[in-house]
């Protein structure tokens, strides 16, 4: 299992290429004695690096996803003179590229899934926990792949056996409550059989039994929201369920990292810290052996810097997602750490009469006011820009390993952590219990790593009721996780998306400095229709090619 993040990411990039996918009418696996594949350890590790492709694709976590998921109060598309990631402005349709790659890439890796468990052989295995283990990583990543999946589609086939041929293309879509449960199915049997991230044998970057109770968490919190509302799934109430895995969390002995700011600068620089990150996706960059097989993440939404000079070994941020003013007004005055490493309101710059770069404060609509949290490069004051340009060299580069590219970074992307936990724990309790001492601990926790004081001094008025207490998780959720890809999500199912696309709308025309000339910052808020986009269209290219999958109404 150690080889896999060493030699599996460059069986990463040939696997997802030659993985097959429901959309294409390949040769049955079968011809690739799929049946023998999984017989030792080299194979398992190959097998597993395939499927972590599929999150570590440039479609999905490697850029898309977090484009995709901008478009809300938190974030909004920057660029005014291109349309590129409709999604991101509401004016996608089921031909938008983006679309059909996010289905195609989740697709191929739930089909890589199906595959390793339906021939992963137990009786290869001494010990029958290593092969629960590796069965139990499977099923999580299939169930990962499933939830988000659902999260954007709501129905969508449940493909449960490896593709075949063409015919296996004919799947009608599962209910969302249908696909919820077997989300769950698999994700409760790994909480059962993966390892723990404090086992002695555990080697970070797989899927671990604190990350898969912090997935059902969020699954059942899923299935109490939007679309389903439901009151039971699996035989209990969504909020119990949900409080319940948060509660498994805790008590495998996770504890918030000390610092906010140092939470990202490991991921920065491919450090593993399995007390606050139950789950990442890892990314080494590989421009040293020739090969691109890392993200983009600090490159598309990382802070500004404007290279007029050769851009060889340099931590180019050439940004897509800028933050919404509203980061300006919604942190406390204690909370200017976090506030600082999310959106620093400073950008960079190189030329030929600065060769070595220049620092300079932007406000919130002005060009270059991007995002801090997964910055490539610093500022050698960050929090005084005169005394960083007194300096021979004012910026800091802070990713590693090196050499720098361009655009392709190294840098780890967190889908599951300790601080968003917390976060469902004091929702779920919330709406079972309202604010219970227990779910204010829990928020204070996060609010105290901050710097903030506990609500019951700082803000007594939301621990009055519990609705009361909801509006602050909800605006907590927005602090501690803004451009992580979890809010269009969480206002969705919340049923708050329209309400707080107007809240960016008003944030942007009431900002000092304004102009009709920067209405094209609310595209979002403009097109967005309830009717349509709260959930994706089907690929054009699916319902063409699957017999029983009819667009959705709205779409059609």
Known sequence: MKTIYSIGLLLTCLLAITSCSDQLDLQPETTWAVDEFYGNETDINAALAGIH?????????????????????ESYKLKSWNEVTPTSIMIHN?????IRMLYQNLYSGINNCNNFIKYINPDKFEEVADYNNFLGEAKFLRGLMYYYLTIWFNEVPLRLEPTKDQSSN?????SVEDVYQQIIDDVTFATANLRSPFDGDFVAGHANSSAAHALLAKVYLKAAGYPLQATEINGINPYQGAKNHCDSVTTAGHVLNGNYKDVFVNYIQNR??????????????????GINIGGRTGSFNGLFINIKISKVGQPVASPEITPSPI??????????????????????????????????????LGWGYTIGKFR????????????????????????????????ITGINFPLLRYSDVLLMYAEATNELSGPTADAIAAIDAVRGRAGCDPLAVAKPEALASPDAFFDEIVDERFR??????????????????????EELYESIIYEPGYTPAEAYKFRCYDNFDASKHLSLPYPEQEVLINNLLEQKVEWQ
């Not at 070595?356 to 406000?363: R, Y």
């Not at 490539?376 to 580069?397: G, M, S, V």
């Open 53 to 73: 492709s599929s999150l570590s694709s440039y479609n999905t976590f490697g850029m898309q996803f977090q484009r995709m998921s901008s478009g809300t109060d």
């Open 94 to 98: 089921p031909s938008t590229e983006e």
């Open 170 to 174: 004919h799947m009608a879509p599962s």
């Open 272 to 289: 593993f810290d399995l007390n606050e990150t139950l789950f990442e996706v890892c990314y080494r960059n590989g421009t040293d052996l």
């Open 327 to 364: 980061h300006e007004y919604i942190y406390e005055e204690k909370d200017s750490l976090r506030q600082h490493w999310n959106v620093p309101g400073y950008g960079g710059g190189k030329g030929a009469w600065m060769g070595n770069g220049q620092v300079n404060p932007i406000s919130p």
């Open 376 to 407: 490539r490069w610093d500022a050698a004051y960050p929090w005084d820009l005169e005394k960083t340009n007194a300096q021979l060299n004012p910026i800091i580069t802070l990713e590693t390993p090196e050499p720098i590219n361009e655009h």
């Open 480 to 501: 501690e996780l803004c451009f992580e890809s979890h809010r269009k999500h969480d206002l969705i199912r919340w049923n708050l998306l329209e309400d707080k696309l």
